[in-house]
């Protein structure tokens, strides 16, 4: 075999937890270090080390993405009540996704990777559909009560100045009810903004935009405003050069034309609209296994893994011994979109070529009718096959070293 590609700027490597754990170290073995002289910035973010580090490790391998600009994640446990026991915690730790995004200011962007023989529920949906989720405020950091009958509610703001402006939201005459706050911020709907140009610039599709603005004459359609200022001042120009198209409209027209659509755009959503909109999209596209996630910053640092959790179901019985069949596809995507960002960044078109392949000899395993159980269910291809975690790495490689000789 010939040489390895080398990598001239390391990638930052964030481990995890349970079978993705296991997932990644075969994947790195069968799939990568055969072919890619890797280069990685290690961080474990595996539970037990997190709680060993106090969490830093966390914080240290979000710091290293700044530094070097792209990361890939393996998927971790988010703490719980039954976590704390499983694996003696000394503290409740945060989700690691909140943390890397709170530090990143980052968008996520969750796409499906669609093959031939799996059609979705929405068989018009020929192309994948990706959902940007604006994840800061509105109904998340809410404020609400529970009023009683005859209670006079008001929205009161006091500026710097200690001037307050009040405005009735409903008297409470005839009947107790329930009230809520919310907010977002003009800096935070910036970034999200921008992560959305910069993305749709990035993977040359048109990018959709929606809200409730006829409703919400001053809270949506601030969103709108804000989304249409930067596309006209800094994005304009650049969409008409690529050819994409920034398209804005209502929340309930979007999602008629979404149905109607064939995919092939990035859907921009409010954060209550994107944590609905991609259940929906996730589930007709067919298994969680084949959605990808990638977090980017609005200036640009790109941080890749699968959308889905660790698997643990699969992971207990592949402790107990038994076989397990799971799906690695968005685990080997997000590597290959990792090694494929870097490879642009880096002007190493061997690197980004060796990615190409890799996700084309994934895809071709499936469409050849060599699965996992998940997509097994679901393919209605006639020569369809069953295989084990493993073999499935196997037969990625078999069509990998192929390609890599050809
Ligand atoms: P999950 O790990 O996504 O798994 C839920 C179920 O979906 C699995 O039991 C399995 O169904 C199916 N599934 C998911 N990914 C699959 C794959 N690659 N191949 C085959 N089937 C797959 O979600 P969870 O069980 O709710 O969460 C488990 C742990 O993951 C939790 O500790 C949670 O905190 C963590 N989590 C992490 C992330 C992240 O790091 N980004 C995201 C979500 C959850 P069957 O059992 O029916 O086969
Ligand atoms: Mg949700």
């Known amino acids: 075999m010939s040489e390895k590609i080398k990598m001239t700027t390391p990638l930052v490597e964030m481990d995890g937890d349970e079978m993705t754990r296991i997932i990644w170290k075969m994947i790195k073995d069968i799939l990568i270090t055969p072919y890619v002289d890797l280069k990685t910035d290690y961080y474990d973010l595996g539970l037990v080390h997190r709680n060993e580090t106090n969490d830093q490790v966390t914080i240290d391998s979000a710091e290293a993405t700044k530094k070097y600009g792209v990361a890939v994640k ?177 929340i309930d027209d979007a999602v008629a034309r979404v149905v109607r659509s064939n995919g092939g755009y990035i859907w921009a959503c409010k954060n209550y609209d994107g944590d609905v909109m991609s259940d929906m999209v996730a589930t007709a596209f067919g298994s969680l296994g ?33 076989e397990t069949s799971t799906n690695s596809v968005a685990t080997i995507f997000a590597w290959s979109g990792a090694l494929k960002k870097r490879g642009e960044l880096d002007g190493n078109k061997e690197l980004s070529e060796y990615a190409e392949k890799l996700e084309k000899a994934t895809i071709q395993t499936i469409e050849e009718g060599v699965m996992t159980g998940d997509l097994y269910v679901l393919s209605h291809l006639e020569n369809k096959k069953k295989v084990n975690t493993e073999d499935f790495l196997l037969e990625i490689n078999k069509r990998l070293s192929a390609l890599m000789a050809g």
Request: a negative charge; proline letters at 3%; charged letters at 25%.
């Open 290 to 322: 084949m959605m990808t996630s990638v977090l980017v910053s609005p200036d640009g640092v790109y941080e890749y893994e699968a959308a889905h959790g660790t698997v643990t179901r699969h992971y207990y019985k592949h402790l107990k011994g038994e």
């Open 74 to 250: 393996c998927a971790t446990i988010t703490p719980n009540a039954q976590r704390m026991t499983e694996y003696d915690l000394k503290e409740m730790w945060k989700s690691p996704n909140g943390t890397i995004r709170a530090i990143l200011d980052g968008t996520v962007f969750r796409a499906p990777i669609i093959v031939k023989g799996i059609t979705p529920l929405l068989p018009t949906w020929t192309k994948p559909i990706t959902i940007a989720r604006h994840a800061y405020g509105d109904v998340y950091k809410n404020t609400e009560m529970q009023v009683a009958e005859g209670s006079k509610c008001e929205l009161v703001c006091t500026d710097q100045e200690g001037n307050e402006t009040r405005s009735l939201i409903y008297d409470f005459k005839d009947s107790a009810g329930v009230i809520q706050g919310l907010h977002n911020k003009d800096n935070s709907i910036r970034s999200f903004a921008k992560a959305c140009f910069n993305f749709a610039l990035d993977t040359k599709q048109d990018l959709w935009f929606a809200t409730k603005d006829t409703i919400s004459k001053k809270y949506d359609h601030r969103f709108k405003d804000i989304f249409a200022e930067i596309y006209e001042a800094e994005y304009k120009e650049k969409f008409e050069a690529a050819g994409i198209e920034y398209f804005y409209t209502l």
